[in-house]
């Protein structure tokens, strides 16, 4: 897939799985590249270790946005055994290990050998409005606490915040997950999102084509 955008100091590659639409990023900074999200399956987490690995550029960590196995089970495929951060919201770390096993249960039997027998956690936490920095870049982690999935957290990255990685507090124009049943929560981080970002930021979802416009919009009217 292309590029979908340059800010300062970093470009961004967006990866969409095949065995189930879900966008996951690689954040190409100066020196390594961040990882936003993991997909899904086996196949497709190789293919993102494999396109990380045409980038030319280490893998300094993966960034997960929310609780939902489609962002997080790819991780042990992209990362192998290499010990990189893994690093999501303390929230969202307590989900996932939460949730996992029910996870396995359900999700497990609807893909088979594509589920990923093994899945790697968050192995570092962080709280609302910390950043960790990366060949200069710092990343800052939004804590939204339920909305999409039972925890939802964006990262934004540089000191002026003009990009985001927003998981799925927006699809883009698809079928959208609400069986979690935090509807509200949901409408109510969608205006902190409209809030606290600029208008011209350069958001990322977790699913869909980017749109001309933000989807938030359509998102809060499809809720």
Request: charged share 25%; proline share 7%; net charge negative.
């Amino acid at each position: 897939m292309p590029e979908q955008g340059h800010a300062a100091e970093v470009r961004v590659h967006r990866h969409v799985g095949e065995a189930m639409p879900v966008n996951a990023y690689l954040v190409e900074t100066p020196g390594g590249l961040v990882a936003v999200d993991t997909t899904l399956t086996v196949s497709d987490g190789r293919a993102l270790r494999r396109r990380a690995e045409g980038l030319g550029k280490p893998l300094r960590a993966v960034l997960i946005t929310h609780a939902h196995p489609d962002h997080y089970a790819g991780g042990v495929e992209l990362v192998g055994s290499d010990e990189i951060p893994i690093i999501a919201a303390k929230g969202v770390d307590e989900v996932i290990r939460r949730d996992d096993e029910v996870k396995e249960e359900v999700v497990g039997p609807m893909f088979g050998d594509e589920w990923p027998r093994e899945r790697r956690f968050p192995n570092r936490t962080m709280s609302e409005g910390e950043s960790v920095d990366f060949d200069g870049v710092a990343f800052t982690l939004m804590d939204l606490g339920p909305g999409e999935s039972p925890h939802d957290s964006p990262w934004l990255v540089g000191d002026e915040r003009q990009v985001a990685f927003a998981g799925d507090t927006a699809y883009q124009r698809m079928h959208c997950y609400l069986a979690d049943g935090y509807w509200e929560s949901w409408l109510a981080n969608i205006k902190r999102l409209r809030e606290e970002l600029s208008p011209d930021a350069e958001v990322h979802f977790g699913h869909g084509d980017p749109m001309p416009a933000s989807p938030l919009d359509w998102q809060e009217g499809y809720i």
